[in-house]
């Protein structure tokens, strides 16, 4: 099966001799070298297990009218198990609806995809290496964003959870300017991004520019840590509706007294050094669109959440790609992506 081109990529299997008849031998050499190369990175369906993986997750519900009342019917050319909803008719297999829908990537490439993107590669270099354009490339960004934000959801802090909020600055070519000077310093020119760890798990939320409030707080945290744990933050009083709503154990640190306190000592040193990471890794994929700041943090979460092995990450991420919870997600994302 040949998969279908998103408009406006470039494809990366082109070699300038696709039409030439008679090649040279050192045209043919490197034509069918690059083509192995770029065939091992996107193997047909046909030639891995994808079938079979795709199967072993099981259907209940019609992606098009949510109906359980379903019936097998037949396979499709990929050996997909094919289903026919009882109530509108319409004919689905296990991956309608979610990102692996029309196959133009293959679970194989997307394992690749993730496994570079894991390696804190640039979006492009990422491209390249896997031989896709650049556009398939961010499209199947924007699609991982949207998984690490359903994960990003159900997170929960808990036991002893530290929080704190971390500035980080506009792109350039977005910093307001005043009298003609693009003023680094003024609020908004900052994301405020709340950050929160309790030894196992980070969660960062972006509040939005400029500081913190009590509305901000609430909604960064408020799902998001467990009633009644224990919380070690500084003497921030936005946080004070978020302590007595979640009923927490407070304990907050004057941040002016740990000045000059070695890490060890400081009592607040958890999650200094997430805030830390957090800012190494944004300054890593420098000049990305601020709109995908909560993408981007996502991102960094999940890259430090446990698990911590590579392979179980995929694992999890491929699990939330196969759960209907995010399908009607995936399908107004691909509406908008129609109408482009
Ligand atoms: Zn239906």
Redesign the pocket.
Known sequence: MKSKRIPGSSSRRKTPWDAKPGLTPVELFIKSNYLTHYDEKHPHLDQTNEAELINSYPVTE?P??A?HKLIRSGFDSNGIQMYR?K??G?RFTRITGTIFQDHKISVTEWIEYCLDLMGYNSLNATAKVNKNSYTTSKYWMEKIFLLLQSIADEMELSGTVYIDEKMYRAASRDLIEVNGSKLRGISRNQYCIAIGYDGHDTYCYVEGTGKTSIPKTWKAFGAHITPGSKLIHDKEKAHVTLVKRLDLKSTAYDSKGLHGLRDKENPLDPINRQCFLLERFLDAHQGFNRNNLQDYCNLFMFLVNPPLNKLEKIKKLLDSAMTSAVTLKFRECFKVHSDD
Do not use: I
């Open positions: 019609c098009y009218c109906s909803c109530d509108c319409r």
